[in-house]
Every structure is written in C-alpha cells, then in structure tokens.
C-alpha cells in the first residue's frame, strides 16, 4: 500500500555559490539558517521559518539552472494574503530581481490565485503566492498557466 502523503517537506536545491545563495534566499524570502556545513567539497545549508525546516542548498552545481533539462520546474512559495505577496515583491526590486512578469499575476485568466514569478541567482525559477486576491489582474497568457513557462 503507497504511503499518504499530505504535503511536500523542505526542497533541495543545487546552487553554485552557497555564500550568495544564503544571503539571497535569507534577504528576499526571509528563511533563517539552520545548520551548514562547509567541509571540502561538502558545503551545504539548511533555512526554515520558524524552526521548520524549508530549503536545503547544496553547492553541488558548477552551472546555472537549467530549463532543457529534467528535474525541478519551479519551486513556489505560498503566503497567507496577496498584500504578503506585494511585500515579497517590493523586497525582490530592492534586490533588483528580475521578474518573469510585472507584478503580481493570476495564475490563469479569471483566477483567484497568483503571485510574482522570479529568478534566484542561479537562474531557478522561484514563485511567491497567494491563494486569492489576484481576480483583477489580467493574465499575462492565455494558452496556458502563468507557472508553465517562464
């Protein structure tokens, strides 16, 4: 019998540079360290919010994200109230992130739900968003979700 899974635990991510992955992910998403380690060949961090564990890095990688290749498609981030994700998005311009759209954008035309869709320094594709408070804003696709392709 398959186990019953009721949600996702922390992801892991291959970043290039622990140092600037922590500081990006720390400023922009306000993850606290948890633990890391940085023996030769084995640096790795752990960030959560709260004590629970979110996000593992792990310096593993030697090129940006990919988009061609199997694995991670984008990872998403969700809050409580769209005005959760206005701030999110003032914090990203503040570190001059570069947005996949401008502002926050329903998920599809008519949604509820949406958020920004962004880059982290190395290239993965990160979304911040809430499950409602984004019906008035126009999609900036109509063929398919606004997650899909960035």
Known sequence: ????????????LN?????????FYGRVLGLEPMGEG????REFAFLGHEGTLVLTLWRQSTEAFRTDAAGLHHLSFQVDTVEEVREAEARLRE???EFAYDGVVPHGEGAASGGVF????DGIRLEIYAPTG???????????????FF
């Open 134 to 148: 984004a019906e008035d804003a126009a999609a900036p696709v109509a063929s398919a979700p606004t997650c899909g």
């Open 95 to 97: 570190a001059a992130v």
């Open 118 to 121: 962004f880059h982290d320094p």
């Open 1 to 12: 019998m398959a186990p019953t899974i009721s949600r996702t635990g922390h992801v892991g």
């Open 15 to 23: 970043v290039t540079d622990l140092r600037r992955s922590l500081d």
């Open 38 to 41: 940085t023996g030769e060949g």
